[in-house]
């Protein structure tokens, strides 16, 4: 715990909290639209911003928010209109953004540490702008995704419904597009492009083992984003591994513990159960 005595590390893990929290808060929503992969086609695309903005020599966070929000309005509204599918949609985002990134970031100056500091994260190198900026966008995320869950959530499970209900269907669309692409490119220092997504996911997929409603599933998900999110900071100082993936692998490993011991407990009560229950016998009538 001595490593926490540093601010370059009291920084890591305030920002790995925030990202904890603000993640599974948007991702359930991205679960109940069948869109879990949405998060790693943005990541591709902001990794087009990240070569942009080294390329032009500005900074690659506030170039990777403009890109990726601007790839996430256009998905968005082709996927809305009809178009194209939801996963033809998703490929162009991976295929157009990896090869975009991969084609300017080899024209700038960039080293590959650079580079696997936002594929994979770096929460060491977050500086006291860096940390500002997560935690203001990603608190603004976590404000949005709580105020406005049930017409989030009307919207995620039905938008004919919703739409029939009155709430602003497309707008609420890409509100969710949007705060996906900010949250993807705010974490990109902390997680990695390369693996926010899971952030965004395993949470909520742990939680639905063991809750039932939307509400109670929510805040299950945000209480182990926060708990993947600092134990994973804090076996990346203690361990000298990667932050990012550390962070990932406790979530995976938070489910698996989770799935296995719900499964347990399911078999466990189905056998304490009485097989069936005996009949009662019928009363003996008399008639005079």
């Not at 990726?68 to 985002?93: H, K, N, Y």
């Not at 997929?205 to 409603?213: C, D, K, L, N, Y």
């Not at 591994?241 to 296995?260: N, R």
């Amino acid at each position: 715990m001595e490593l926490f005595q540093y601010p370059y590390m009291q920084r890591a893990l305030i920002a790995a909290l925030v990202i904890g929290l603000a993640a599974p808060a948007l991702g359930i929503y991205l679960v109940q639209r069948r869109l879990t992969l949405i998060g790693d086609g943005i990541g591709h695309v902001a990794l087009t911003g990240v070569g942009a903005g080294l390329l032009l020599n500005r900074s690659p966070v506030l170039v990777a928010v403009i890109v990726a929000t601007a790839g996430a309005v256009a998905i968005e509204l082709v996927r809305a209109r009809g178009r194209t599918s939801g996963d033809l949609a998703l490929a162009l985002l991976f295929y157009g953004g990896i090869a975009g990134g991969v084609l300017l970031v080899g024209l700038s100056d960039a080293t590959s540490a650079n580079l696997n500091a936002y594929l994979f994260g770096s929460l060491t190198t977050i500086s006291a702008t860096d940390l500002t900026t997560i935690v203001i966008l990603g608190g603004a995320i976590l404000v949005a995704m709580i105020a406005l869950r049930p017409a989030l959530f009307a919207v995620s499970h039905d938008e004919e419904y919703a739409r029939v209900s009155g709430l602003p269907v497309r707008t609420l669309n890409l509100l969710i597009a949007v705060t996906t692409a900010i949250t993807v490119t705010i974490a990109m220092r902390a997680v990695g492009v390369l693996l926010i997504s899971a952030l965004m996911v395993v949470p909520v997929a742990t939680a639905q083992q063991v809750t039932r409603g939307f509400r109670s599933t929510m805040t299950a998900a945000m209480a182990l984003g926060l708990f993947a999110a600092g134990t994973g900071v804090w076996v990346a100082a203690t361990a000298d591994t990667a932050p990012g993936a550390s962070v990932v692998l406790v979530a995976i490993a938070s489910f698996l513990v989770v799935a296995v011991g719900a499964g347990i407990w399911r078999t466990l009560r189905r056998r304490a159960a009485p097989a069936s229950v005996a009949p009662a016998e019928p009363h003996e009538v008399v008639l005079g």
